[in-house]
């Protein structure tokens, strides 16, 4: 497979995270730059989706921290997106809350970060024992293959996280010598689901029980399931994925084992020294509509670092008593901890402080399928739509199986045209609004290469329209992808010929009066053979389009809608998700082309418009082309005094 990788960094991205920005994958938090392609991290929306490209750089200048109320701080670079909601008034909350990604740069206290509920919910009934043998073992007892998910066994895997470990190849806990009620439970649920018995070793000085079960078999599998040391304990996919109604016996075990409430008052806590588990109770909680509050205490003489899963407030501690089942009486006070805003899918955390940092090292972005976002411990934060259109265009290469020799791109000036370093392939660089003549006279003279021009709605509807419809009505053979995020990005947020109208921006303070252009449309009535249109936001779909487009004999137009996550507050991705939809089926008339590619505020549809295979190209009506290209006609043409020839020779 032809490797289309040049090895450089994008440094258009919009914005980085530093080292040790912990990030919600399927399998807990991991710092962003021990991530890799395909692991599976927490979208925007709340569901798992697969990185397809990691991205590191060097980063010299200021980074923002971002501190949110309950979550905590996140450390990224002045530029980049963040899911957040401006606060309309400095002393109430907002009566609205709708979101757009924002730069950190832009945001302010008060201001509200967007964390997702997690979405993603897979119910089990059981779950299969692996098996996980040494060649060690001796004969053990044999175990269920099968083990039900029921109530008990969920209420006595939380008791395991919180209180458990494995040493000797047994399953231990260790519960103060009071807590009998937790000793027989245990002990009765082993005999019940695994047909174990336990030893129990009572020690009064130290006030502490230990219950233990022999059976290295088991112990590997929970060891597997559940991580090793306490520092390390981990929930397991499939316990994070139950529904939330099975998951609240998993809460009372935790919080039974570990958990603490302060009968006084509306409070309770639970403390770890695992990283991991603290954000996955968190997310657990989540579920329950329960926003916790998250602390950190520091390391100090033989105390490591420590985590707080902490649930304050009248409303949260009440929905918490209950899954606890507990019977405390406290009547709601005023004062206290106001309740996080919250929906069915996400909860708005306000921005306590943003603090300007120096910063000089590197610095990670991750690019994410179909969501083009994930989650931070402290918010949803974006990658850019331009990566999505690289990506594509990439697979689409590769499907192609096109040789970098076969190939030419043509790169216009913008946000679009910074892609000319990122491809492995001869290219050109030309200048505002010109790339497609540049890409014509590419295809005249050697019209067995592809040509595949990249470029945004500004330089190519804007400065080269001329030239756009005038390659469209030749029907020249080449590849047009065009970036539409309806606004000049690299000049940092002026209107475009494909702004809405009423689309405010620093050279439309009183907003855009002139009505759109329409990329297809205009295509399609100039009669271009090939039309249509992408969104970035679906990465397999704008590759199948892309490699069709690429394919095609005479001039192909691939609209891609791109959102500009940093200065298009208006066209969103959300915006765009909630309008998008697949054409049924190309159009066999032009004019019914026209009227599905035209834009309306309901419907945006995606597909090929047209398609015709048998318009001849532009350069098939020339008759001293159909043998050889132009190159080929004038390889013999000696050069030799041309080269040689003095300056002052009239040669």
Same mark, same amino acid.
């Given at each position: 497979?032809?490797?289309?990788?040049?090895?450089l960094?994008?440094?258009?991205?919009?914005g980085?995270l530093?080292?040790?920005?912990l990030?919600?994958?399927a399998n807990?938090?991991?710092?962003?730059?021990?991530?890799?392609?395909?692991?599976?991290?927490?979208?925007?929306?709340? +569901?798992?989706?697969?990185?397809?490209?990691?991205?590191?750089? *060097?980063?010299s200048?200021?980074?923002?921290q971002?501190?949110?109320?309950?979550?905590?701080?996140?450390?990224l670079?002045?530029?980049?997106?963040?899911?957040?909601?401006?606060?309309?008034?400095?002393?109430?909350?907002?009566?609205e809350?709708a979101?757009?990604?924002?730069?950190?740069d $832009?945001? =302010?206290?008060?201001d509200?970060?967007?964390?997702p509920?997690p979405?993603?919910?897979?119910d089990? =009934?059981?779950?299969?024992l692996?098996?996980?043998?040494?060649s060690?073992?001796?004969?053990?007892? *044999?175990l269920?293959?099968?083990?039900?998910?029921?109530?008990?066994?969920?209420y006595?895997?939380?008791?395991? !996280?919180?209180?458990?470990w494995?040493?000797?190849r047994?399953?231990?806990?260790a519960f103060?010598?009071?807590?009998?009620?937790?000793?027989q439970?245990?002990?009765d649920?082993? *005999?019940?689901v695994? /047909?174990?018995?336990?030893?129990?070793?009572e020690?009064?000085?130290?006030?502490?029980?230990e219950i233990?079960?022999?059976?290295?078999?088991l112990?590997r $599998?929970?060891?597997?399931?559940f991580?090793g040391g306490?520092?390390q +304990?981990?929930i397991?996919?499939f316990?994070?994925?139950?529904?939330?109604k099975?998951q609240?016996h998993?809460?009372?075990?935790?919080?039974?084992?570990?958990g603490?409430?302060?009968? /006084?008052?509306?409070?309770?806590?639970?403390?770890?020294?695992?990283?991991?588990?603290?954000h $996955?109770?968190?997310?657990?909680?989540?579920?329950?509509?329960?926003?916790?509050?998250?602390s950190?205490?520091?390391?100090?003489g033989i105390?490591?670092?420590?985590?707080?899963?902490?649930?304050?407030g %009248?409303?949260?501690?009440?929905?918490?008593?209950?899954?606890?089942r507990?019977?405390?009486?406290?009547k709601?006070?005023l004062?206290?901890?106001?309740p !996080?805003?919250?929906?069915?899918?996400?909860i708005y955390l306000?921005?306590?402080?943003?603090q300007?940092k120096?910063?000089?090292?590197?610095?990670h972005?991750l690019?994410?399928?179909?969501?083009?976002?994930? #989650?931070?411990t402290?918010?949803?934060?974006?990658?850019?739509g331009?990566?999505?259109i690289?990506?594509?265009?990439?697979?689409?290469?590769r499907?192609?199986?096109?040789?970098?020799?076969?190939?030419?791109?043509?790169?216009?000036?913008?946000?679009s045209?910074?892609?000319?370093?990122h491809?492995?392939?001869?290219g050109?660089?030309?200048?505002?609004?010109?790339a497609?003549?540049?890409?014509?006279?590419?295809?005249?003279a050697?019209?067995?290469?592809?040509?595949i021009?990249?470029?945004?709605?500004?330089g190519?509807?804007g400065?080269g329209?001329?030239?756009f419809?005038?390659?469209c009505r030749?029907?020249m053979?080449i590849?047009?992808?065009?970036?539409?995020?309806q606004? %000049?990005?690299?000049?940092?947020?002026?209107?475009?010929?494909?702004?809405? =109208?009423?689309?405010?921006?620093?050279?439309?303070?009183?907003?855009?009066?002139?009505?759109?252009?329409e990329?297809?449309? %205009?295509?399609?009535?100039?009669?271009?053979?090939?039309v249509?249109?992408?969104?970035?936001?679906?990465i397999?779909?704008?590759?199948? !389009?892309?490699?069709?487009?690429?394919?095609?004999?005479?001039?192909?137009?691939v609209?891609v809608?791109?959102?500009?996550v940093?200065?298009?507050?208006?066209?969103?991705?959300?915006w765009f998700?909630?309008r #998008?939809?697949?054409?049924? $089926?190309?159009?066999?008339?032009?004019?019914?082309?026209?009227?599905?590619?035209r834009?309306?505020?309901?419907?945006?549809?995606?597909g090929?418009?047209?398609?015709?295979e048998t318009a001849?190209?532009?350069?098939?009506?020339?008759?001293?082309?159909?043998? *050889?290209?132009?190159?080929?006609?004038?390889e013999?043409?000696d050069l030799?005094? %041309? !080269?040689?020839?003095?300056?002052?020779?009239?040669?």
């Open positions: 497979m032809v490797n289309l990788d040049t090895g960094f994008p440094t258009w991205c919009p980085c530093v080292p040790g920005e990030i919600h994958t807990g938090v991991e710092p962003i730059e021990k991530l890799k392609i395909g692991d599976e991290v927490m979208s925007h929306l709340g +569901k798992f989706q697969k990185i397809i490209k990691t991205y590191k750089h *060097k980063h200048g200021i980074t923002y971002v501190t949110t109320k309950c979550f905590g701080t996140v450390s670079t002045p530029e980049h997106p963040i899911l957040s909601v401006k606060r309309t008034h400095p002393e109430n909350n907002n009566k809350f979101s757009n990604w924002v730069r950190a $832009q945001l =302010k206290k008060g509200y970060i967007v964390f509920i979405k993603f919910v897979h089990k =009934k059981t779950i299969t692996n098996r996980i043998k040494s060690k073992d001796t004969r053990s007892r *044999k269920p293959t099968k083990i039900p998910l029921s109530s008990k066994i969920l006595l895997f939380g008791l395991y !996280i919180a209180e458990g494995i040493h000797s047994a399953i231990n806990f103060h010598l009071n807590e009998k009620k937790l000793h439970t245990v002990l649920t082993f *005999k019940k695994f /047909n174990l018995e336990g030893s129990v070793k020690f009064p000085k130290k006030s502490l029980v233990s079960f022999n059976h290295s078999v112990a $599998q929970f060891l597997a399931w991580k306490a520092n +304990k981990s397991p996919q316990l994070l994925s139950l529904p939330a099975k609240t998993l809460i009372r075990g935790l919080w039974d084992g570990d603490h409430v302060y009968k /006084n008052r509306a409070k309770a806590s639970y403390k770890t020294i695992s990283v991991n588990l603290t $996955q109770l968190k997310l657990l909680l989540l579920r329950q509509e329960i926003v916790p509050t998250i950190v205490d520091k390391a100090y105390h490591r670092r420590s985590y707080s899963v902490q649930v304050p %009248y409303d949260d501690f009440k929905k918490l008593s209950s899954i606890l507990l019977k405390i009486d406290i709601k006070r004062g206290g901890k106001p !996080i805003i919250r929906n069915e899918s996400f306000p921005v306590r402080k943003v300007r120096k910063y000089s090292g590197p610095v972005n690019e994410v399928e179909g969501d083009n976002s994930y #989650v931070s402290s918010g949803a934060l974006h990658n850019c331009d990566f999505g690289w990506a594509a265009l990439k697979g689409a290469l499907q192609l199986n096109l040789e970098t020799h076969q190939f030419v791109m043509v790169y216009d000036i913008g946000c045209g910074n892609m000319a370093s491809i492995k392939a001869y050109f660089h030309g200048l505002h609004g010109r497609i003549p540049a890409a014509s006279g590419i295809k005249l050697n019209h067995t290469q592809k040509v021009v990249i470029g945004g709605d500004g190519l509807l400065e329209m001329t030239h419809i005038s390659a030749a029907n053979d590849t047009v992808i065009l970036h539409n995020n606004v %000049y990005g690299l000049t940092t947020g002026q209107s475009s010929p494909t702004s809405m =109208k009423g689309t405010k921006g620093k050279a439309t303070p009183l907003g855009v009066v002139e009505t759109p252009v990329p297809c449309a %205009y295509a399609l009535l100039s009669g271009a053979s090939f249509a249109r992408a969104f970035a936001g679906t397999p779909e704008t590759t199948r !389009i892309l490699a069709d487009a690429i394919s095609h004999k005479g001039f192909s137009l609209e809608l791109q959102p500009c940093t200065f298009n507050r208006l066209n969103t991705y959300d998700r909630q #998008v939809k697949p054409l049924a $089926q190309t159009p066999t008339d032009v004019y019914e082309a026209i009227g599905k590619a834009w309306t505020d309901q419907d945006i549809y995606l090929v418009f047209r398609k015709d001849p190209a532009y350069h098939e009506t020339f008759e001293v082309l159909k043998d *050889k290209t132009l190159i080929q006609h004038h013999k043409r030799t005094n %041309y !080269i040689t020839a003095s300056p002052k020779s009239p040669q």
